[in-house]
């Protein structure tokens, strides 16, 4: 039998006319169910076994049932651990064909998968799928319990498992339970390591494609949500949900010994460690101890000595973009944070609230030994060393130790050979400024000395 489109041969009729609608995109049959079309009659019946609930193939490992024999096959792959698929330019290996196709896009950057409407390009047809959902106006599947609305009968099932609590897919490394098929897949890579989305700016791998849209606000300071209220900028949504509450007064949480208010528990246990002065996060090369885990990841990049980070105007460099942005207030003299008490501005938020304490007379922290009261951390921080001796400033020259950073930039004068403050009386030079003063004091005596030997004669 000859087909009618193409000039192929089959030895079956029925074959012909499968191969026929394949080609035409002619969709004789219809599911009586949820009216779904297809091209081929074994497809409608496959199709059919989503409503009948009706899975004939089952694994002999693990007794999972299937709804067809191509999906059993492909999960055997979990048990055998077989992964016949190998990407030619990284070696590495994969259990289906799809995940080595979506694989290769890492190293083409292609993106062959348009939408037809908007004509945007992505890499994946289950992102062009999931994209095609914002085009979608017609949501005639409805749920029974909180009215949210569908384009699809399956988009509803899988909602339908929120509140029937059902997690039907299950992780085969730590058994735990999953509602979509999806998650469950982003959580299979924990186990495994798989990190398929790269960053262009700095090549560092993530395992969720959200989590490197996240990542990649920071090289390009996108900031998309928006305080209401004060029209201040965020990067995260949670977090620019926990600043809204700082508006309506929502603060559940109260520190006991400061009083300060806290949206969160988890924050509040945070700033606990400031009063008990815990350092949970320990530097594996130094040992030095951090109150929480961002600062030790801060910390790390001393040892690595990595800076990405350029400036464009004084090619300075930078460890995190944080630090970057408050650089170049430095350039753009951008004083965005001001008192309103004295209308004096601030480049850092974070200095402004220190600034605060000299109007508010807050002294949040506390001295164990001598119960004396400090407006900042590093103050106590500098007083602390008093009770404890420890001087952790070392000159490189002499070795004399010193317990404030201030004083050793001062005893660092002594080895320089620049004296930079001049006597405009006796031209003599000095290293520091108190000196000269000091200095100073002798001519003054001269001159009074003087003065009354005048006026004596």
Same mark, same amino acid.
């Given at each position: 039998m000859k087909s009618e489109v193409c000039d192929k041969m089959f030895a079956e009729s029925n074959r012909s006319y499968s191969h026929t609608t394949m080609n035409t995109g002619d969709k004789p049959f219809k599911c009586e169910v949820c009216d779904k079309l297809f091209g081929q009659s074994y497809t409608l019946k496959t199709h059919m076994r989503t409503h009948t609930g009706d899975k004939p193939f089952k694994c002999e490992v693990c007794? /999972?049932?299937? !709804?067809?024999?191509?999906?059993?096959?492909?999960?055997?792959?979990?048990?055998?651990? %077989?992964?016949?698929?190998?990407?030619? !330019?990284?070696?590495? *290996?994969?259990?289906?064909?799809?995940?080595? /196709?979506?694989?290769?896009?890492?190293?083409?950057?292609?993106?062959?998968?348009?939408?037809? !409407?908007? %004509?945007?390009?992505?890499?994946?047809?289950? #992102? *062009?799928?999931?994209?095609?959902?914002?085009?979608?106006? %017609?949501? #005639?599947?409805?749920? %029974?319990?909180?009215? /949210?609305?569908?384009?699809?009968?399956?988009? *509803?099932r899988a909602h339908m498992r929120i509140h029937s609590g059902n997690k039907p897919y299950k992780c085969e490394f730590c058994n735990k339970m999953f509602a979509h098929n999806c998650t469950l897949k982003d959580h299979i890579r924990i186990h495994t390591g798989d990190k398929p989305f790269t960053c262009k700016v700095c090549n560092k791998m993530f395992g969720q494609n959200y989590t490197l849209k996240r990542h990649m606000r920071i090289h390009t300071g996108d900031k998309p949500f928006k305080c209401e209220v004060c029209n201040k900028m965020f990067r995260q949504s949670y977090i620019w949900k926990l600043h809204r509450r700082i508006h309506t007064g929502d603060m559940l949480f109260k520190c006991e010994v400061c009083n300060k208010l806290f949206a969160q528990i988890s924050t509040l246990k945070n700033h606990m460690r400031i009063h008990n002065r815990d350092k949970p996060f320990k530097c594996e090369i130094c040992d030095s101890n951090f109150r929480y885990s961002g600062n030790l990841k801060d910390h790390m990049s001393i040892h690595t000595k990595e800076k990405p980070i350029k400036c464009e105007v004084c090619h300075k460099m930078f460890r995190h973009v944080s630090h970057f942005n408050v650089h170049m207030r430095t350039h753009t003299m951008d004083r965005p944070y001001k008192c309103e008490s004295c209308n004096k501005t601030f480049a850092q938020g974070c200095n402004l609230k220190t600034h605060m304490r000299i109007h508010t007379g807050v002294k949040p922290f506390r001295c164990e030994v001598c119960n004396k009261m400090f407006a900042q951390s590093s103050s106590l921080k500098s007083h602390t060393r008093i009770h404890t001796g420890d001087k952790p400033f070392k000159c490189e020259v002499c070795n004399k130790t010193f317990g404030h950073s201030y004083s050793l930039k001062r005893h660092m004068k002594v080895h320089a050979e620049d004296k930079p403050f001049k006597c405009e009386i006796c031209i003599k030079m000095f290293r520091e400024r108190c000196h000269l003063k000091k200095h100073l004091k002798i001519h003054a005596g001269d001159i009074q000395a003087q003065f009354k030997g005048e006026m004596h004669n």
């Amino acid at each position: 039998m000859k087909s009618e489109v193409c000039d192929k041969m089959f030895a079956e009729s029925n074959r012909s006319y499968s191969h026929t609608t394949m080609n035409t995109g002619d969709k004789p049959f219809k599911c009586e169910v949820c009216d779904k079309l297809f091209g081929q009659s074994y497809t409608l019946k496959t199709h059919m076994r989503t409503h009948t609930g009706d899975k004939p193939f089952k694994c002999e490992v693990c007794y /999972k049932m299937f !709804v067809q024999s191509c999906t059993l096959k492909r999960h055997m792959m979990i048990h055998t651990g %077989d992964k016949p698929f190998k990407c030619e !330019v990284c070696g590495k *290996l994969f259990a289906y064909s799809g995940h080595l /196709k979506e694989h290769t896009i890492i190293h083409t950057r292609e993106k062959l998968f348009k939408c037809e !409407v908007c %004509d945007k390009m992505f890499g994946r047809v289950s #992102s *062009l799928n999931v994209h095609m959902r914002t085009h979608i106006t %017609d949501r #005639s599947y409805k749920c %029974d319990i909180c009215n /949210k609305m569908f384009a699809h009968i399956t988009n *509803l099932r899988a909602h339908m498992r929120i509140h029937s609590g059902n997690k039907p897919y299950k992780c085969e490394f730590c058994n735990k339970m999953f509602a979509h098929n999806c998650t469950l897949k982003d959580h299979i890579r924990i186990h495994t390591g798989d990190k398929p989305f790269t960053c262009k700016v700095c090549n560092k791998m993530f395992g969720q494609n959200y989590t490197l849209k996240r990542h990649m606000r920071i090289h390009t300071g996108d900031k998309p949500f928006k305080c209401e209220v004060c029209n201040k900028m965020f990067r995260q949504s949670y977090i620019w949900k926990l600043h809204r509450r700082i508006h309506t007064g929502d603060m559940l949480f109260k520190c006991e010994v400061c009083n300060k208010l806290f949206a969160q528990i988890s924050t509040l246990k945070n700033h606990m460690r400031i009063h008990n002065r815990d350092k949970p996060f320990k530097c594996e090369i130094c040992d030095s101890n951090f109150r929480y885990s961002g600062n030790l990841k801060d910390h790390m990049s001393i040892h690595t000595k990595e800076k990405p980070i350029k400036c464009e105007v004084c090619h300075k460099m930078f460890r995190h973009v944080s630090h970057f942005n408050v650089h170049m207030r430095t350039h753009t003299m951008d004083r965005p944070y001001k008192c309103e008490s004295c209308n004096k501005t601030f480049a850092q938020g974070c200095n402004l609230k220190t600034h605060m304490r000299i109007h508010t007379g807050v002294k949040p922290f506390r001295c164990e030994v001598c119960n004396k009261m400090f407006a900042q951390s590093s103050s106590l921080k500098s007083h602390t060393r008093i009770h404890t001796g420890d001087k952790p400033f070392k000159c490189e020259v002499c070795n004399k130790t010193f317990g404030h950073s201030y004083s050793l930039k001062r005893h660092m004068k002594v080895h320089a050979e620049d004296k930079p403050f001049k006597c405009e009386i006796c031209i003599k030079m000095f290293r520091e400024r108190c000196h000269l003063k000091k200095h100073l004091k002798i001519h003054a005596g001269d001159i009074q000395a003087q003065f009354k030997g005048e006026m004596h004669n």
